[in-house]
């Protein structure tokens, strides 16, 4: 079975290390030997509040997560959390600053904007179709904003911020779904932080928030339980049953994150990854990069042919060699090829050997 | 492996097929045949759509769900159902009653208080510890009342309803949680079932919603999209990247469900295994079972011993015998034993042999 496994660029959920879907694969029928298979353990059970601990301290050491931050694991995504970030950080009526560079983050915007009018976006790059991320000076913050809001990474159009944005003395609000894990990331330098786990940290259908002693101070009274980042911290996220399955499989995944070197580890493989591929992008006038260079993302890469029709036998010809989810998002339409921290750069090689074949039977 | 497996009488998540169990893991490391895992494939592919259609397909069948009705899978479990139905179903002020049965029919009753002061309680068994579910008669729905809400199955107290409870005309809205498609429910005579998977379904993190047209008829514009019905529905369940391994296992386990003779099926396994423990519990007053006669539970059997001290020394040596779960809740103390479909009838023999057997000793 496994030496069937292809390449997988898919956007997310995404490829994770044969290893851990291996130790998931034995966990199934009997799970730490106690006769009953790891969906099948009671959430309040020591060995399953051993794997959520286990999850907290790996999270905790590879983000670099400072003491007084709590970590929940969550569901519904990072598209709840655009609505319940603001339903605990903003009152109707206050301001909130988004940064707008593409579908994520108009949607965490319009979401806020069910809490209160004046969630605002001070910068959209919709005239470039989101090519862009901001300089600092290219926008700035208003005087009452209860905080800034931004997308660390834009997997639909491939941009990425190389550097914490300037957030002018107000507190950060990220989400860091696509590249949680994978790129530098200044936690401290943050109030909240929310990642949907499907790309870099393990399976859909969990959702990692990291809340800063700031969020807390900001939650108010009587919202409803699920959504009650306060409650959620009291009860050790497990208010209900959490996604038992999930946080294993992210435990597992930080366990091989840190037997690869951590975080940095991680930041070196990314970094080899996408260089390969945006040399290749530079290096003929064949591909056309969409992110602006200064915006460009580790994670998903994203770039055009000379025509649609190529574009099509481009990812005909690259799924019969062996790599799948090449196809760009419509928004952009052309090549897209996701490179989370799973993806070995092997696959990153393969892909470039194939894309200098494919010019030159082209070209 | 699996000749370990004990005997698990967990209330929740809860034991699985063994066959489904195997039929995850081997779509672990390569989902049919595409060289991609179960958890690194695409929410929009085809192969994914493929299952999320037959998990549909499924319930449809084996819950005989009206065509009419549409089937949710979100994410966030029953306590986040108590919150979104009546944020999907009730305006400010307007009325709705809850019948109280326990811990679960009151925290849905308070979390419709945060969207109207006069959602209510118009019957609670707290005076009983909740040993009881109400006749038809022992209560009356309110004129204007929205809706009737009630809870199918009670797993903390071990209750239930054996036929669908009364409603005077109302709409009806049940969690369903801990005894859907183990039981006799007619769905056609309900507004609105919600029901987390974690016990007869599937494993955790995936929350079964069945929405009748009047549901949808009131829901408001505007709410958060991740709590909005009516958009979930437009979306398929995929506004955003849903479960989608839960959505699997819950289609591998309704697929088991129906090799077994569907809902049918289960009744009457259902039916045989209480009959087995209830018949043990009746035999001698040696045991004390907590649910009033009229209202007991077949998934969730609940009884007390005559002390605390033997109540231990039973969990104890049934671990030692290869019986887990059987710690009762401390609402209730004593033993409980949650009998959903996936229990062996061979399992309730063991328990009620290994019964006897401590009477004696103890006796």
Same mark, same amino acid.
């Given at each position: 079975?496994?030496?069937?496994?292809?390449?997988?660029?898919? /956007? !997310?959920?995404? &490829?994770?290390? *044969?290893?851990?879907?291996?130790?998931?694969?034995? @966990? =199934?029928?009997?799970? %730490?030997?106690?006769?009953?298979?790891?969906?099948?353990?009671?959430?309040?059970?020591?060995?399953?509040?051993?794997?959520?601990?286990?999850?907290?301290?790996?999270?905790?050491?590879?983000?670099?997560?400072?003491?007084?931050?709590?970590?929940?694991?969550?569901?519904?995504?990072?598209?709840?959390?655009?609505?319940?970030?603001?339903?605990?950080?903003?009152? /109707? !009526?206050?301001? &909130?600053?988004? *940064?707008?560079?593409?579908?994520?983050?108009?949607? @965490? =915007?319009?979401?806020? %904007?069910?809490?209160?009018?004046?969630?605002?976006?001070?910068?959209?790059?919709?005239?470039?179709?989101?090519?862009?991320?901001?300089?600092?000076?290219?926008?700035?913050?208003?005087?009452?904003?209860?905080?800034?809001?931004?997308?660390?990474?834009?997997?639909?159009?491939?941009?990425?911020?190389?550097?914490?944005?300037?957030?002018?003395?107000?507190?950060?609000?990220?989400?860091?779904?696509?590249?949680?894990?994978?790129?530098?990331?200044?936690?401290? @330098?943050?109030?909240?932080?929310?990642?949907?786990?499907?790309?870099?940290?393990?399976?859909?259908?969990?959702?990692?928030?990291?809340?800063?002693?700031?969020?807390?101070?900001?939650?108010?009274?009587?919202?409803?339980?699920?959504?009650?980042?306060?409650?959620?911290?009291?009860?050790?996220?497990?208010?209900?049953?959490?996604?038992?399955?999930?946080?294993?499989?992210?435990?597992?995944?930080?366990?091989?994150?840190?037997?690869?070197?951590?975080?940095?580890?991680?930041?070196?493989?990314?970094?080899?990854?996408?260089?390969?591929?945006?040399?290749?992008?530079?290096?003929?006038?064949?591909?056309?990069?969409?992110?602006?260079?200064?915006?460009?993302?580790?994670?998903?890469?994203?770039?055009?042919?000379?025509?649609?029709?190529?574009?099509?036998?481009?990812?005909?010809?690259?799924?019969?060699?062996?790599?799948?989810?090449?196809?760009?998002?419509?928004?952009?339409?052309?090549?897209?090829?996701?490179?989370?921290?799973?993806?070995?750069?092997?696959?990153?090689?393969?892909?470039?050997?194939?894309?200098?074949?494919?010019?030159?039977?082209?070209?």
């Amino acid at each position: 079975m496994p030496d069937h496994r292809i390449h997988n660029f898919n /956007a !997310g959920p995404a &490829a994770l290390p *044969l290893s851990v879907v291996e130790e998931v694969q034995a @966990a =199934l029928p009997n799970f %730490q030997n106690t006769g009953m298979g790891l969906l099948e353990i009671s959430h309040r059970s020591k060995p399953f509040q051993g794997v959520i601990d286990s999850a907290t301290a790996r999270l905790r050491r590879v983000l670099d997560v400072p003491a007084d931050y709590q970590i929940l694991f969550l569901q519904g995504g990072a598209s709840l959390q655009f609505y319940m970030s603001a339903l605990n950080l903003l009152r /109707a !009526g206050e301001e &909130a600053d988004y *940064l707008v560079t593409g579908t994520w983050a108009k949607k @965490a =915007l319009q979401e806020a %904007q069910k809490i209160s009018v004046n969630a605002k976006g001070i910068w959209d790059d919709k005239a470039n179709n989101y090519k862009n991320v901001p300089g600092d000076a290219d926008y700035t913050v208003r005087e009452n904003a209860a905080y800034l809001h931004y997308t660390t990474n834009n997997t639909i159009f491939g941009t990425e911020y190389r550097r914490t944005p300037a957030a002018y003395g107000k507190p950060l609000v990220a989400d860091a779904s696509s590249d949680i894990a994978g790129v530098p990331l200044d936690v401290a @330098a943050h109030g909240l932080i929310y990642a949907g786990a499907q790309k870099n940290l393990g399976p859909s259908g969990v959702t990692v928030v990291i809340v800063s002693p700031w969020a807390l101070s900001r939650v108010p009274a009587g919202l409803p339980a699920m959504l009650d980042y306060a409650l959620q911290v009291k009860e050790g996220s497990m208010y209900n049953t959490p996604n038992t399955f999930g946080i294993y499989v992210l435990d597992r995944t930080m366990a091989w994150v840190e037997a690869n070197g951590g975080r940095e580890g991680m930041i070196a493989r990314n970094a080899e990854k996408a260089g390969l591929l945006y040399a290749e992008l530079d290096r003929s006038a064949f591909w056309t990069t969409h992110a602006a260079p200064g915006s460009r993302s580790w994670m998903n890469v994203t770039w055009r042919l000379p025509t649609e029709a190529l574009e099509e036998q481009f990812v005909k010809e690259a799924k019969a060699a062996g790599m799948e989810g090449l196809k760009g998002h419509r928004s952009v339409g052309g090549i897209r090829a996701s490179l989370y921290n799973a993806i070995e750069p092997a696959s990153v090689r393969v892909l470039v050997d194939f894309m200098q074949d494919f010019e030159r039977r082209a070209g």
